[in-house]
Protein backbone atom coordinates (compact mmCIF):
# COMPACT_ATOMS: atom_id res chain seq x y z
CA UNK A 1 0.00 0.00 0.00
CA UNK A 2 1.31 3.37 -1.14
CA UNK A 3 -0.06 5.61 1.19
CA UNK A 4 -3.22 5.75 3.76
CA UNK A 5 -6.25 5.77 2.63
CA UNK A 6 -8.46 8.10 4.44
CA UNK A 7 -11.95 8.58 4.65
CA UNK A 8 -13.19 12.32 6.36
CA UNK A 9 -17.05 12.59 6.98
CA UNK A 10 -17.58 9.61 4.31
CA UNK A 11 -15.03 11.29 1.58
CA UNK A 12 -12.01 10.77 0.27
CA UNK A 13 -9.45 13.53 1.51
CA UNK A 14 -6.76 14.09 4.03
CA UNK A 15 -7.81 17.64 5.62
CA UNK A 16 -9.81 19.39 7.46
CA UNK A 17 -10.67 22.45 8.89
CA UNK A 18 -8.25 24.48 10.96
CA UNK A 19 -10.94 25.42 12.84
CA UNK A 20 -11.38 21.95 14.18
CA UNK A 21 -11.20 21.72 17.44
CA UNK A 22 -9.73 18.53 17.27
CA UNK A 23 -6.88 20.61 15.75
CA UNK A 24 -7.15 23.34 17.99
CA UNK A 25 -7.19 21.63 21.50
CA UNK A 26 -6.85 17.59 20.91
CA UNK A 27 -10.75 17.84 21.24
CA UNK A 28 -11.83 14.39 20.48
CA UNK A 29 -11.09 10.83 21.00
CA UNK A 30 -9.35 7.73 18.79
CA UNK A 31 -9.22 4.38 17.79
CA UNK A 32 -5.95 1.85 16.52
CA UNK A 33 -7.10 -1.21 15.10
CA UNK A 34 -4.85 -4.13 13.40
CA UNK A 35 -6.23 -5.24 10.24
CA UNK A 36 -5.50 -8.59 9.32
CA UNK A 37 -7.16 -10.79 6.35
CA UNK A 38 -9.87 -7.92 5.23
CA UNK A 39 -10.92 -7.46 9.10
CA UNK A 40 -10.65 -5.14 11.76
CA UNK A 41 -9.65 -7.37 14.58
CA UNK A 42 -11.95 -7.18 17.97
CA UNK A 43 -13.89 -4.67 16.24
CA UNK A 44 -16.51 -5.06 19.05
CA UNK A 45 -14.33 -4.10 22.22
CA UNK A 46 -12.86 -1.14 19.99
CA UNK A 47 -16.39 0.30 19.31
CA UNK A 48 -17.61 -0.39 23.25
CA UNK A 49 -14.08 2.11 23.80
CA UNK A 50 -14.98 4.56 21.23
CA UNK A 51 -18.52 5.04 22.75
CA UNK A 52 -17.85 5.01 26.48
CA UNK A 53 -14.88 7.53 25.31
CA UNK A 54 -17.25 9.46 23.92
CA UNK A 55 -20.04 9.45 26.48
CA UNK A 56 -17.08 10.61 28.97
CA UNK A 57 -16.06 13.90 26.57
CA UNK A 58 -19.38 14.69 26.12
CA UNK A 59 -18.99 14.22 21.99
CA UNK A 60 -21.72 12.82 19.92
CA UNK A 61 -20.17 9.04 18.99
CA UNK A 62 -20.54 8.13 15.12
CA UNK A 63 -23.15 5.71 14.34
CA UNK A 64 -21.83 2.05 14.50
CA UNK A 65 -23.11 0.50 11.30
CA UNK A 66 -21.54 3.38 9.15
CA UNK A 67 -18.19 2.90 10.99
CA UNK A 68 -18.40 -0.22 10.09
CA UNK A 69 -19.45 0.47 6.63
CA UNK A 70 -16.54 3.09 5.99
CA UNK A 71 -13.89 0.46 7.88
CA UNK A 72 -15.15 -2.36 5.80
CA UNK A 73 -14.31 -0.23 2.46
CA UNK A 74 -10.81 0.16 3.32
CA UNK A 75 -10.09 -2.97 5.08
CA UNK A 76 -11.81 -5.49 2.16
CA UNK A 77 -8.43 -5.64 0.22
CA UNK A 78 -6.39 -5.29 2.62
CA UNK A 79 -4.64 -8.58 4.01
CA UNK A 80 -2.51 -6.77 7.18
CA UNK A 81 -2.40 -3.14 7.72
CA UNK A 82 -3.64 -0.60 11.05
CA UNK A 83 -7.04 0.95 10.98
CA UNK A 84 -7.34 4.34 12.73
CA UNK A 85 -10.69 5.98 13.49
CA UNK A 86 -10.42 9.71 15.17
CA UNK A 87 -13.64 11.43 15.39
CA UNK A 88 -13.00 14.94 17.29
CA UNK A 89 -15.75 17.54 18.35
CA UNK A 90 -15.78 19.20 14.68
CA UNK A 91 -15.40 22.66 14.18
CA UNK A 92 -16.08 25.22 16.89
CA UNK A 93 -15.06 29.28 17.48
CA UNK A 94 -12.63 30.41 19.55
CA UNK A 95 -12.22 28.96 23.19
CA UNK A 96 -12.79 26.04 25.23
CA UNK A 97 -16.21 26.42 25.66
CA UNK A 98 -17.99 23.76 23.73
CA UNK A 99 -20.28 24.35 21.15
CA UNK A 100 -24.07 23.91 22.31
CA UNK A 101 -24.67 21.80 19.29
CA UNK A 102 -21.36 19.46 18.09
CA UNK A 103 -21.25 18.62 14.97
CA UNK A 104 -18.06 15.82 14.70
CA UNK A 105 -15.55 15.49 12.13
CA UNK A 106 -15.09 11.46 11.59
CA UNK A 107 -11.80 10.30 9.98
CA UNK A 108 -11.49 6.53 9.32
CA UNK A 109 -7.95 5.57 8.19
CA UNK A 110 -6.08 2.30 6.95
CA UNK A 111 -2.54 2.58 7.13
CA UNK A 112 0.32 0.13 5.94
CA UNK A 113 1.27 -2.33 9.13
CA UNK A 114 4.16 -1.43 10.80
CA UNK A 115 5.89 -4.99 9.68
CA UNK A 116 7.75 -5.50 13.15
CA UNK A 117 9.96 -8.58 13.24
CA UNK A 118 8.33 -11.69 14.16
CA UNK A 119 11.18 -12.00 17.08
CA UNK A 120 9.59 -9.03 19.35
CA UNK A 121 7.19 -11.36 19.92
CA UNK A 122 9.21 -14.95 19.94
CA UNK A 123 12.66 -12.96 21.67
CA UNK A 124 11.45 -10.09 23.12
CA UNK A 125 12.30 -6.37 22.84
CA UNK A 126 15.02 -4.07 24.56
CA UNK A 127 12.74 -1.39 26.51
CA UNK A 128 14.04 2.00 28.43
CA UNK A 129 12.74 4.28 31.42
CA UNK A 130 11.68 7.25 30.18
CA UNK A 131 12.40 10.73 31.90
CA UNK A 132 8.90 12.46 31.04
CA UNK A 133 6.16 11.72 33.55
CA UNK A 134 2.29 10.99 32.45
CA UNK A 135 0.62 13.98 33.57
CA UNK A 136 -2.34 12.94 36.26
CA UNK A 137 -5.96 13.62 35.66
CA UNK A 138 -8.39 11.16 36.48
CA UNK A 139 -11.29 12.68 34.27
CA UNK A 140 -9.28 11.59 31.41
CA UNK A 141 -7.41 8.28 32.72
CA UNK A 142 -7.96 5.22 30.62
CA UNK A 143 -9.28 7.49 27.38
CA UNK A 144 -7.46 7.14 24.44
CA UNK A 145 -7.64 11.27 23.60
CA UNK A 146 -6.09 12.89 21.14
CA UNK A 147 -3.74 14.67 24.22
CA UNK A 148 -0.52 12.60 23.04
CA UNK A 149 1.86 15.45 24.08
CA UNK A 150 3.33 13.46 27.13
CA UNK A 151 3.91 10.65 25.32
CA UNK A 152 5.36 12.75 22.15
CA UNK A 153 8.17 14.13 24.49
CA UNK A 154 8.67 10.45 26.14
CA UNK A 155 9.30 8.94 22.63
CA UNK A 156 11.72 11.99 21.56
CA UNK A 157 14.28 10.65 24.31
CA UNK A 158 15.72 8.31 22.17
CA UNK A 159 16.83 7.23 18.98
CA UNK A 160 18.69 4.31 19.74
CA UNK A 161 16.51 1.59 16.54
CA UNK A 162 17.39 -1.40 19.32
CA UNK A 163 15.27 0.02 21.65
CA UNK A 164 11.55 -0.81 21.14
CA UNK A 165 9.81 1.23 23.64
CA UNK A 166 10.31 2.93 26.64
CA UNK A 167 8.37 2.81 29.80
CA UNK A 168 6.28 6.01 31.35
CA UNK A 169 5.67 6.64 35.11
CA UNK A 170 3.27 9.43 37.16
CA UNK A 171 4.63 12.38 38.96
CA UNK A 172 4.90 9.38 42.21
CA UNK A 173 7.08 7.29 40.57
CA UNK A 174 4.29 4.37 39.93
CA UNK A 175 5.09 2.66 36.64
CA UNK A 176 1.67 3.28 34.26
CA UNK A 177 2.15 2.02 30.33
CA UNK A 178 4.92 2.46 27.74
CA UNK A 179 4.92 5.14 25.10
CA UNK A 180 2.32 3.18 22.84
CA UNK A 181 1.93 0.35 25.25
CA UNK A 182 0.18 -1.37 28.49
CA UNK A 183 2.32 -3.28 30.68
CA UNK A 184 2.31 -6.40 32.89
CA UNK A 185 4.95 -8.48 35.25
CA UNK A 186 4.75 -11.58 36.41
CA UNK A 187 5.76 -12.30 40.21
CA UNK A 188 5.31 -15.92 41.97
CA UNK A 189 3.82 -16.80 39.33
CA UNK A 190 1.20 -14.30 38.97
CA UNK A 191 0.28 -11.20 36.93
CA UNK A 192 0.23 -7.62 37.76
CA UNK A 193 -0.51 -4.44 35.90
CA UNK A 194 -0.63 -1.14 36.84
CA UNK A 195 -3.88 0.54 38.21
CA UNK A 196 -4.76 3.40 35.50
CA UNK A 197 -7.69 5.40 37.76
CA UNK A 198 -5.20 8.56 37.79
CA UNK A 199 -3.39 8.32 34.04
CA UNK A 200 -2.75 5.93 31.26
CA UNK A 201 -4.49 4.11 28.40
CA UNK A 202 -6.84 1.15 29.43
CA UNK A 203 -5.76 -0.73 26.25
CA UNK A 204 -8.12 -3.43 24.32
CA UNK A 205 -5.41 -5.90 24.34
CA UNK A 206 -4.34 -5.40 27.94
CA UNK A 207 -8.25 -6.45 28.72
CA UNK A 208 -8.35 -9.12 26.42
CA UNK A 209 -4.98 -10.18 28.16
CA UNK A 210 -6.58 -9.80 32.06
CA UNK A 211 -9.57 -12.24 30.68
CA UNK A 212 -7.52 -14.62 28.79
CA UNK A 213 -5.19 -14.84 32.27
CA UNK A 214 -8.46 -14.92 34.07
CA UNK A 215 -9.44 -17.91 31.90
CA UNK A 216 -6.42 -19.98 32.20
CA UNK A 217 -6.41 -19.96 36.09
CA UNK A 218 -3.39 -17.22 36.40
CA UNK A 219 -4.02 -14.78 39.52
CA UNK A 220 -4.00 -11.46 38.29
CA UNK A 221 -3.81 -8.13 40.19
CA UNK A 222 -4.33 -4.43 38.48
CA UNK A 223 -2.35 -2.15 41.91
CA UNK A 224 0.27 0.47 41.85
CA UNK A 225 3.42 -0.66 40.83
CA UNK A 226 6.33 1.00 42.10
CA UNK A 227 9.08 1.37 39.33
CA UNK A 228 11.78 -0.14 41.30
CA UNK A 229 9.44 -3.47 41.29
CA UNK A 230 10.34 -3.94 37.56
CA UNK A 231 14.01 -5.34 38.57
CA UNK A 232 12.92 -8.04 40.93
CA UNK A 233 9.49 -8.89 38.17
CA UNK A 234 9.99 -12.48 36.74
CA UNK A 235 8.98 -11.64 33.58
CA UNK A 236 7.47 -8.60 32.15
CA UNK A 237 5.41 -8.12 28.52
CA UNK A 238 3.99 -5.58 26.68
CA UNK A 239 0.82 -5.29 25.03
CA UNK A 240 -1.37 -3.24 22.43
CA UNK A 241 -3.60 -4.22 19.97
CA UNK A 242 -1.30 -3.94 16.98
CA UNK A 243 1.38 -5.63 18.52
CA UNK A 244 0.11 -8.58 20.58
CA UNK A 245 1.80 -9.74 23.20
CA UNK A 246 6.04 -8.12 23.28
CA UNK A 247 8.22 -9.83 26.00
CA UNK A 248 10.72 -7.62 27.98
CA UNK A 249 13.84 -9.47 27.20
CA UNK A 250 15.77 -6.15 28.19
CA UNK A 251 15.14 -3.32 30.54
CA UNK A 252 18.16 -1.11 31.18
CA UNK A 253 20.65 -3.42 31.19
CA UNK A 254 18.72 -5.85 33.13
CA UNK A 255 17.72 -9.02 31.64
CA UNK A 256 14.47 -10.78 32.02
CA UNK A 257 13.42 -14.11 30.85
CA UNK A 258 10.24 -15.21 28.10
CA UNK A 259 8.58 -16.96 30.81
CA UNK A 260 5.77 -19.81 31.37
CA UNK A 261 3.14 -16.88 31.67
CA UNK A 262 4.39 -14.53 29.01
CA UNK A 263 4.52 -17.75 26.86
CA UNK A 264 1.32 -19.34 27.55
CA UNK A 265 -0.46 -16.28 27.39
CA UNK A 266 1.18 -15.51 23.37
CA UNK A 267 0.01 -19.07 22.65
CA UNK A 268 -3.58 -18.49 23.76
CA UNK A 269 -3.70 -15.09 21.43
CA UNK A 270 -2.53 -16.49 18.79
CA UNK A 271 -5.02 -19.47 18.29
CA UNK A 272 -7.12 -16.68 19.48
CA UNK A 273 -6.64 -14.49 16.71
CA UNK A 274 -6.49 -17.01 14.05
CA UNK A 275 -10.41 -18.77 15.06
Known sequence: MAGPSILVNGEPGETVSVLDRGFQYGDGIFETIRVADGRPDFWERHMARLAS????????????????????????????????????????????????KADPTRVVALFAAPGYPESFVREGVRARFCRA???????????????????????????????????MCDAANNMIEGTMTNVFIVRGGALHTPDLSRCGVLGIMRGIVLDLAQQLGIETEIRAIPRDEMKSAAEIFLTNSVIGIWPVRELEGRDYRLGDVTRKLIEVLARLATD
Open 53 to 100: GCERLRLPAPDGDLLRCEAGQLCEASRAGVLKIVVTRGIGGRGYRLPE
Open 133 to 167: RLSDQPMLAGLKHLNRLDQVMARGEWSDETIQEGL
